[in-house]
């Protein structure tokens, strides 16, 4: 079991910035890629950017040149660097992690972005 706590998000206007953070606790040996996800009012949860144990990243073409995924091992913790922002940012920002063997170990409880002028 895998446990995901995510923080930083906020109320911010266009163009600001936001610092996301993805506390891993319990059975982390496991994880293999850490992801992030967002779910906007009304639509379907989509997924933003990953993050492979080896540091290897991949990003939604609608975040490419402004999110940035990183990960602190010593703090078992995975960020999202938000640059740019839009308001069809907005959205409720979930992390979750998967195992070697594509597993989902866990999500997390999300944290509200809101890009408002």
């Known amino acids: 079991q895998v446990q995901l706590v995510e923080s930083g998000g906020g109320l911010v206007q266009p163009g600001e910035s936001l610092r996301l953070s993805c506390a891993a606790s319990g059975s982390i040996f496991r994880i293999d890629v850490m992801g992030w996800y967002r779910q906007a009012p009304g639509k379907q949860r989509e997924w933003v950017a990953t993050?492979?144990?080896?540091?290897?990243?991949d990003y939604a073409d609608s975040v490419k040149g402004r999110f940035t995924v990183s990960r602190d091992d010593a703090k078992n913790t995975v960020y999202l660097q938000m640059n740019s922002l839009k308001l069809e940012d907005t959205a409720v920002y979930y992390c979750?992690?998967?195992?070697?063997?594509?597993?989902?170990?866990?999500w997390g409880q999300g944290t509200q972005v809101t890009v408002s002028s």
């Open positions: 993050i492979t144990r080896g540091g290897g990243t």
């Open positions: 979750n992690s998967r195992s070697y063997s594509n597993a989902v170990l866990g």
